[in-house]
């Protein structure tokens, strides 16, 4: 059973920053892509950033040049730096792990408000 661990929600003025961080139990070896999707309620699930085994990163449009996922393997964590954060990000965030040959996990999900 793969767990994952995350933290760093919370609240945040307009503008400010946050960063998520997501620990995997697992070896860091059997581990595809990481990433984090949010969601927010009545709304489509969204795909925030994701990193490949290889580096190599992709990001939402609407997240794009503010948020930066890095990933540190010596730790099994993805990291989720958030700058310049909007209103409009406020949602249920949650990190996944792709796991070789297996399944895709999920963490527990984090909220992050932003609000004045």
């Known amino acids: 059973q793969v767990q994952l661990a995350e933290s760093g929600g919370g609240l945040v003025q307009p503008g400010g920053s946050l960063r998520l961080s997501c620990a995997a139990s697992i070896s860091i070896y059997r581990i595809n892509a990481m990433g984090w999707y949010r969601q927010v309620p009545g709304q489509q699930r969204e795909l925030v950033a994701v990193?490949?085994?290889?580096?190599?990163?992709d990001y939402a449009d609407s997240v794009n040049g503010r948020f930066t996922i890095s990933r540190d393997n010596a730790k099994k964590t993805v990291y989720l730096q958030m700058n310049s954060l909007k209103p409009e990000d406020t949602a249920v965030y949650s990190c996944?792990?792709?796991?070789?040959?297996?399944?895709?996990?999920w963490g527990q999900g984090t909220q992050i408000t932003v609000s004045s």
């Open positions: 990193i490949t085994r290889g580096g190599a990163t």
């Open positions: 996944y792990v792709d796991v070789i040959e297996t399944f895709r996990y």
